[in-house]
């Protein structure tokens, strides 16, 4: 079984119970894109990432890919959105689960580019949330969130 771990705000990889989930396979890769609704400008007209926040975040993703190399998982890295690379890659790697944790947000643009890769790809939806509590649907192919 080929698993993907699709990296949002959680960047961590100790503690990280995606990570030893997809482990459990044959093959695991990771994901993460810098959305870049995050990088425009809110409807007050703030950005909602300024120099600071993106700096941290280059940082943090490259410790993120370091620490991934460390029990040999690749990350691919992605700018734009999540729905116009994560299905190809699900596709191209023969990914079977895709492993991510449940996130709060109100960000509506990015609520729905996640629905859509969801409802666009032949994958089963499972909930984990932080708090283990776990819900399951049926398909063709698995994601835990």
Known sequence: ?????????????????????????????????????FFERDEFGFKRTEKYR????????????????KIN?????YYGTSADFLPNLIETQNIDTVFLQKEWTNSLKFTTSFY??????PITTSILYRIF?????????????
Request: proline fraction near 0%; aromatic fraction near 10%; charge should be negative.
């Open 1 to 37: 079984m080929n698993n993907l771990i699709w990296f949002r705000n959680d960047l961590r990889v100790q503690d990280n119970s995606s990570i030893v989930e997809a482990m459990k396979g044959a093959k695991a890769i990771a994901f993460y894109c810098f959305e870049s609704v």
């Open 133 to 145: 509590l776990q819900i399951s649907e049926k398909s063709a192919r698995h994601i835990v969130l």
């Open 54 to 69: 993106a700096k941290f975040l280059l940082e943090t993703v490259t410790q993120l890919q370091e620490e991934l190399a």
């Open 73 to 77: 998982i690749s990350l691919y890295i």
């Open 116 to 121: 859509f890769i969801l409802t666009t790809s």
